[in-house]
């Protein structure tokens, strides 16, 4: 079975800019979480989507935005970049949200805002 | 509150020994998980172990194991036998069934195993 499939691995964004970053996940799953982890910092839960709907939000702002596909691989937009927005975001896939045990994420995206 | 609380920024361990790491953790609710996640400099977080609040006996698997003392609400992980791959930052997180499907994590502790 595949795994979870994060792109791009690295990108510089300049400050204001959009950005799409994209999850593939992991084969016979159907949710997808993304998190965000600052430098020397744990991840800190973004949203996830289950079943292609929003199912839960941490304490980001509106600019942070989704989407699920039916496939269920996921997409995560963030507007109006900014240089705190600088970290790896991490996509975590798992069944039914996760409350089967086991959550397999992926190996991040670097975001550099500049 | 710290939701996890990992208080070992760093931790040094001899190869072939044993080590543990600290996890403390502050929740109401009953029903809850807890994990523990290895991430090696190349990112990707690596699911080690899981305990749920109700489970009677502490997890294994291969070398980890999950001391689970419930009523003191800590989940310390220990690691048998390292090995110079173990060598990476450990996350211990939380699901509270009640509060959502998020995982919260704590800061970490960076391991570091010397030959």
């Known amino acids: 079975e595949t795994g979870v499939t994060q792109s791009p691995t690295h990108l510089i964004k300049t400050r204001g800019q959009q950005v799409t970053l994209r999850c593939s996940s992991q084969s016979g799953h159907n949710t997808v979480s993304w998190y965000q982890q600052a430098l020397g910092q744990g991840p800190q839960f973004i949203f996830q989507y289950y079943r292609e709907e929003e199912n839960g939000r941490g304490n980001f702002p509106p600019r942070f935005s989704g989407l699920q596909f039916p496939n269920y691989s996921s997409e995560l937009n963030v507007n109006a970049l900014e240089l705190d927005d600088s970290a790896l975001y991490l996509c975590?896939?798992?069944?039914?949200?996760?409350?089967?045990?086991?959550?397999?994420f992926g190996s991040g995206t670097r975001l550099t805002v500049v | 509150a710290q939701k996890i609380t990992q208080t070992q920024p760093g931790m040094f361990v001899q190869e072939k020994e044993a080590v543990t790491l600290d996890c403390t953790y502050d929740t109401s609710d009953p029903s809850y998980g807890l994990f523990w996640y290895k991430q090696p400099s190349s990112g990707e977080m690596i699911f080690l172990i899981y305990q749920g609040s109700y489970d009677q006996q502490n997890a294994t698997e291969g070398r980890y194991s999950l001391n689970f003392q419930k009523a003191r609400k800590s989940a310390n992980l220990v690691i048998s036998a390292s090995q110079l791959g173990d060598s990476a930052m450990y996350f211990c997180?939380?699901?509270?069934?009640?509060?959502?499907?998020?995982?919260?994590f704590g800061g970490g502790t960076r391991l570091m195993v010397k030959p």
């Open positions: 975590a896939s798992s069944l039914d949200r996760g409350r089967v045990r086991g959550y397999t």
């Open positions: 997180a939380m699901r509270e069934d009640n509060a959502g499907n998020m995982l919260t």
